[in-house]
Every structure is written in C-alpha cells, then in structure tokens.
C-alpha cells in the first residue's frame, strides 16, 4: 500500500512538473485531474476546473477556422466514443481573456479494455500567420446570425448533431422546438422591414434571457426559430415550450411611431429518440408547429403524451 501510495506520488510529480499541460475527462468529459502545466498555461487553477464538464470549462476551444470544437466537433468526446487518438491546432481562452493557440492531442484511457474517458495533453502552439481578432470574428460571422445575434442554421445543425450523439451513446434527453412568428408577413407589409426586424430582434432578446448554458436557441431562416433544451424528462418538453410561447405573448415590440404590436409564435415541440437523424427530429417539430398554424395560432403542439415520461 505505501508502495503505491509511494509510485501514485512520483507520477502525480512528474505530471506537474512538466511543461505541457495535461488534464483528464471522464467518459461524459467532467474534468478529474487538472495538472500544474495547464494551470501556467491558460491561467486556470486546478480549483477552478475540476468537476466541471468541459463545454462549462470557459476554455472555450475553436479551431483555426473559428469552429466552436465544444458544439462542431470535440476531439474528447469523439476519443471517448471510438478510442482514436486525435491531433489538433485549437485556439482557447486564458482567463485573462485573451486566446492562446495550441497544439493538442487527445489519447483514450481504459479500464479492462474499456474506455473509461480521456486525457488532453497540450502545449503552445505557433500563432503563425494567424490573428486572435480574425480568428473570433471569423466565428462570429460563421456562426451567427448578423441581425438577431443568435445561433445561425449552420450552428444549430452542428450543435442538433452533437446533442443527437450526446443523448445516443450517453442518454442524455433533450428537446427540440421549432418556432414561427404568428402573422410575420402582415408586420413587414402594414409597418415596413424595419419594424419586422425589431419584432425579430425583440423575441430573440427575450428568449435568450432564460436560455441556459446547455441550451440553444436560434433562427433557423426567415422567421422561423430553433430551441434546443437538455431535460431529465419527456414532459418537461412541453413546460418549456409553453415557457416561450407565453414570453413572447407578453412581449411588447414597440414601433417607432409607439405604437405597441402584439406578437404570438406556433411552436411544435418533441424529444429526442434513438434512431433520430438530425432531419427526422427537425421534421417532426416542423410538423407539430404546422399544427399549430392549423390549430388557431399562438400553441403548443407535441408529440410527448403524458405517458412518455
């Protein structure tokens, strides 16, 4: 026992007296062992790291294209799946604010020929030709949409990808909504596009005022919108659904003659299912949402029966 006690010591003092930094995810990458180097390296003390899940971590990794890696494509989560160990050139936060390139590579770790989680070890990289302030405004303008701000198609997608494989191999539930604004057209005929921008503008600052760090909302085209939310059960779906619907009946959008429009959404509403591909998921809230329309305007449509907990 001291022996081990003894040789657990010596690894754990080689590991922080290293330069490179090293860390260690479990298999639904909570941060377990955080070591001196990375401490140096991205300004982050080990106290401020373990126990967190990595999209929670603030590190924050893009790649050299500006791809949020946590959402688009995570070497952690895909090594944990299929053991391939991966190398990669990511840009990440230090606590000062500022990004710092690296270069990573990510290795499986198993127990009895199990893959139990993984472990990052990463070290300084060349910024060569590259520019922090290009780099974040190329994610930007890549992943957002230029008037609401919000989550664009392109990053819903990615991140409806993610969660689809998060909830497949992990059974981590979510749901998925699919909204339109009741009546759009007549705003952009009766008060002009200015004011049929505001009313876009306003809905999406009023959602993303509840919206959680595991949660997405954001415009999928047009007027239409996409939540995507982690629940713990399937009627949870609903109650958060109709959590949106009642906010933006109760948000006053305000043209610039003053006077008030009322504004409604149709939102169709389910939950993720195992053989779900991204377009079967969206189809089906595209659906329920028409519903909605069909239905009177200004609801809620599921496919989540009370049952189906």
Not at 48 to 56: T, V
Not at 87 to 92: A, I, K, L, S, Y
Not at 172 to 194: E, P
Request: glycine share 6%.
């Amino acid at each position: 026992m001291l022996f081990r006690s003894t040789t657990e010591e010596l690894y754990l003092s080689i590991l922080n007296n290293i330069q490179d930094g090293v860390y260690y995810v479990d298999i639904h990458r909570k941060i377990k062992f955080w070591n001196k180097g990375a401490e140096q390296i991205t300004g982050y003390q080990a106290d401020e790291m373990l126990g967190l899940e990595c999209p929670e971590s603030k590190l924050n990794h893009i790649d050299e294209f500006g791809n949020h890696l946590c959402i688009t494509g995570c070497p952690l989560f895909a090594t944990n799946i299929d053991g391939v160990v991966r190398t990669e050139r990511v840009f990440v936060r230090h606590k000062n604010g500022y990004r710092i390139p690296l270069l990573t590579t990510v290795y499986p770790i198993r127990e009895n020929g199990v893959i139990v989680g993984s472990v990052e070890v990463f070290t300084r990289n060349s910024p060569k030709a590259y520019d922090d302030n290009l780099i974040e405004n190329l994610s930007e303008k890549a992943m957002h949409d230029s008037l609401t701000r919000l989550p664009n198609r392109s990053y819903l997608e990615s991140f409806l990808q993610y969660k689809l494989s998060e909830y497949q191999h992990f059974g981590k539930r979510f749901a998925l909504l699919f909204v339109d604004i009741d009546h759009f057209r007549v705003f952009n005929n009766t008060y002009g596009h200015d004011v049929g921008d505001l009313v876009l503008t306003d809905i999406a600052k009023s959602i993303m005022n509840i919206i959680k760090k595991d949660d997405m909302f954001g415009r999928w085209g047009g007027e239409e919108f996409v939540g995507i939310f982690s629940i713990n059960r399937n009627y949870e779906a609903s109650v958060i659904a109709e959590r949106i619907r009642h906010l933006v009946e109760n948000t006053v959008v305000t043209n610039s003659d003053g006077k008030e429009l009322k504004v409604t959404i149709s939102v169709g509403v389910t939950t993720s299912r195992h053989q779900d591909t991204p377009d079967d998921i969206i189809k089906r809230a595209d659906s329920l949402m028409y519903q909605s329309k069909h239905n009177g305007r200004n609801m809620v449509s599921t496919d989540v029966s009370a049952e189906n907990v």
